[in-house]
């Protein structure tokens, strides 16, 4: 069964801190994303990569940068953390065009 | 790139009725349409995808159709149940890169 692990449930951050979020999958899937999800507006996606160190802004990378230095690792950076920011945070694996397998989320508040 | 579109946004149904969400999809070559339900406090979890050479697909009491010539899709569920409560998500795969879009979601709520 693919497992898609996100470092953190939670998560409590200033305003200005820079912020990373960890993602590892091990079903060694070429395409991984990272979607927010905010109450009616469904997932947003962010950022995307089809490769180790490829990488293609998604609806709202605003804000937002990632990294993927290794095919079972994807990060995702917010630069410096912003209220509005605060969200649920999913990331994903996928072997396109299979089903994406999510992990449990990140819920991130900025205070 | 794809943009997708859902409806309604809130469904009530009696136990035991049939419930429909429908989507609507902007990118004509588009090849993968995957329909996803989210628990309250879970990760979203596939129930059903089609592809584009597919008008129809049916899994127990969970079917979707694909119409492409409209550019739209539905999930109907059959004799709902308690557990079919959540927010159900379709999406689409962007034909143009290898990223999937999801609509905005429809959170059903089944009555005793």
């Known amino acids: 069964d693919v497992k898609v692990t996100q470092s953190s449930r939670y998560l409590v951050k200033r305003t200005g801190e820079k912020v990373f979020l960890e993602c590892v999958q091990d079903m060694d899937h070429e395409n991984m994303f990272w979607y927010r999800q905010d109450p009616g507006l469904g997932l947003r996606l962010i950022y995307f990569s089809y490769d180790v160190k490829m990488k293609e802004k998604g609806d709202i990378p605003e804000g937002y940068s990632v990294s993927r230095e290794k095919k079972e690792r994807f990060s995702l950076i917010l630069e410096s953390a912003s209220t509005n920011q605060t969200s649920m945070y999913l990331c994903?694996?996928?072997?396109?065009?299979?089903?994406?397998?999510f992990g449990n989320g990140t819920r991130l508040t900025v205070t | 790139g794809e943009n997708v579109e859902q409806h309604p946004s809130t469904l009530s149904v009696q136990e035991g009725d049939s419930a429909v969400i429908k989507c609507t999809y902007s990118d004509s070559a588009s090849n993968y349409f995957p329909w996803y339900k989210q628990e309250l406090g879970k990760r979203p979890q596939l129930i059903i995808d089609i592809r584009s050479n597919v008008g129809e697909k049916k899994d127990q009491r969970i079917a979707v159709t694909l119409n492409k010539t409209a550019k739209h899709f539905s999930l109907h569920i059959t004799e709902t149940q308690p557990e079919d409560s959540a927010v159900y998500f379709c999406?689409?795969?962007?034909?143009?890169?290898?990223?999937?879009?999801f609509g905005s979601g429809t959170r059903l709520s089944i009555r005793p």
């Open positions: 994903a694996s996928s072997l396109l065009p299979s089903p994406l397998h």
């Open positions: 999406a689409a795969k962007d034909s143009s890169a290898s990223k999937i879009i």
